[in-house]
């Protein structure tokens, strides 16, 4: 592989900065063109939420296209699962088995994957699992997994940063009878709310359609008006007490890194994969793409706060470097004449350890861009794993099932965000430092930065050569034009 080729990046990203320096608002959104709205936000949408005992364990849903207004009377064009722009939230129960049929009714295929499920090769919803258009796919998902936020996105090769970015993603909840039982806040919507954060750019208030220049290639699509949920500059009204906010980061490429005004701390209680074992107090929580944590924010005194995030890439853009960003994410609001119902435990879970002495495999990992060209001569960027681009008819890896495996990830220049499937991991180092006491938990997607990230994980179900399972970097663009590989789980490897 080629040297990484810092120098030219930067002098095309020097270029750039001057230019774009003139339409920077510190917000970095439309501002004065929706002064108004700004002032007054608007309403935080809430997911539908689809529970599956309630639906018999039945639930048909579509994929389509259709009109969405992000702000009044402009309309963009966009897709979702069963609605305009993104989907519903699916509440799914340990130990129960639910059929989901998704119906493609867009004009071209798709796929559905459920990022953070742990279930065999053939129900992942990998970019094999293709669904024509017309066509319906029926999957009965076995849920084996611990209490979660996870969620669904399309996972087609090339056409994944397109199809997400447009709107189609959803939620999975799954509950156990841990999180049924712990006094947390629990009501959906209430003050137990999913947060989807996102980030578009809006012309004349229409979401600008897709669509990637080289730069944007190679440092992932950032744009400028966040959205939660679909909504720009949203509120929502929380009753008095303590809230619980699942976090995910579902843009394709921005890393944010949340806070709260005035800089009071919260407590994180979950990663992707399940609670943490017991609260952490916390002041700045950072993210990447494809990452969730569940936050808790203690609002007994009846004072509204803001959640804010500092608006981070992962590439080293030289003008966000020199011109930080901070974004509102969410005014919440408290209606004192409600008293919330959930309470923080001292305890939330009791996670198993992975060990270092019980691996019978290493594998490494390097997350790699070349260069070729020019800069602003054709240049062309490449994306690769260990010096090979995704292809569809190799298997990169195979696993053998149950057996505890230490993956080793770098990266030769950005950071990216890596994720896998089929199973969370434990981060057991980072440039080989133990994990943060807030990272000590089960995960499925990690920001990999300087050095060696190592993660222990152990493979507990089937992925075959038809059905591989994935690993790839989670910033969209980059997995879409070759950083990704795909594995196999058996028991006779
Ligand atoms: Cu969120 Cu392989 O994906
Ligand atoms: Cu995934
Ligand atoms: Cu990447």
Same mark, same amino acid.
Not at 81 to 84: E, H, I, M, V
Not at 309 to 317: A, F, M, R
């Given at each position: 592989m080629n040297p990484p080729n810092e120098l030219t990046r930067r002098k095309a990203l020097k270029g750039l900065a001057a230019s774009a320096l003139a339409g920077t608002s510190m917000f970095g959104f439309e501002r004065s063109a929706h002064a108004q709205f700004f002032a007054a936000g608007s309403r935080l949408n809430i997911p539908p939420l689809i529970d599956s005992r309630a639906s018999n364990n039945d639930i048909p849903i579509t994929m389509q296209s259709g009109k969405h207004a992000f702000f009044p009377n402009k309309w963009s064009d966009t897709a979702g699962?069963? !609605? $305009?722009f993104l989907g519903p939230a699916i509440r799914l129960y340990r130990n129960q088995t639910t059929r989901l049929g998704f119906q493609n009714l867009l004009n071209e295929p798709t796929s559905v994957h459920g990022h953070g499920l742990h279930v065999p090769g053939w129900l *992942?919803?990998? =970019? !094999?699992a293709q669904i024509d258009p017309g066509q319906t796919w029926s999957v009965e998902l076995p849920i084996v997994q611990q209490a979660s936020t996870n969620w669904f996105h399309p996972h087609l090769h090339g056409s994944t940063s397109r199809q997400v970015h447009s709107g189609l993603a959803g939620l999975y909840l799954i509950e156990d009878d841990n999180s049924l039982n &712990? =006094?947390? =806040? /629990?009501?959906y919507g209430l003050d137990d709310i999913p947060l989807i954060v996102q980030d578009r750019d809006f012309e004349g208030g229409v979401m600008v359609p897709y669509s990637v220049t080289e730069r944007e290639m190679m440092n992932g699509k950032r744009e400028d008006t966040i959205l939660v949920n679909g909504t720009v500059n949203p509120f929502v009204t929380v009753p008095q007490g303590w809230v619980r906010l699942r976090l995910l980061n579902g843009s394709n490429a921005r890393g944010y890194e949340f806070h709260l005004s005035g800089k009071e701390s919260f407590y994180k209680i979950a990663t992707e994969g399940g609670f943490l074992d017991e609260p952490v107090e916390m002041t700045s929580l950072r993210m990447v793409p494809g990452e969730r944590n569940e936050i808790m924010i203690n609002l007994s005194d009846g004072k509204s706060r803001q959640l804010l $995030? /500092? &608006?981070? =890439? &992962? #590439? #080293? *853009?030289v003008l966000e470097e020199l011109f930080p960003r901070t974004a509102r994410v969410l005014q919440i609001r408290v209606d004192g004449t409600k008293r919330g119902q959930g309470q923080l435990p001292p305890r939330l879970n009791s996670i198993e350890r992975l060990r270092r002495q019980d691996v019978h495999v290493v594998r490494d990992f390097r997350l790699q861009m070349e260069h070729r060209g020019q800069a602003g001569h054709g240049m062309h960027s490449m994306f690769a794993i260990n010096g090979k681009a995704m292809h569809p008819g190799r298997i990169d890896e195979r696993v053998r099932k149950g057996d505890v495996e230490l993956w080793r990830v770098t990266r030769d220049e950005m950071d990216h965000p890596f994720h896998l499937h089929g199973a969370s991991f434990q981060i057991h180092a980072q440039r080989r430092r133990a994990p943060r006491p807030e990272d000590r938990g089960w995960k499925d997607t990690v920001e990999v930065g300087y050095g060696w990230t190592e993660l222990l994980v152990r493979f507990e179900h089937e992925a075959n050569d038809q059905f591989p399972y994935m690993y790839h970097c989670h910033i969209l663009e980059h997995k879409d034009d070759g950083m990704m590989g795909q594995f196999t789980v058996s028991q006779f490897n």
């Open positions: 699962f069963g !609605q $305009s *992942d919803g990998g =970019p !094999q &712990l =006094p947390i =806040p /629990k009501t $995030s /500092k &608006l981070v =890439p &992962l #590439d #080293d *853009d």
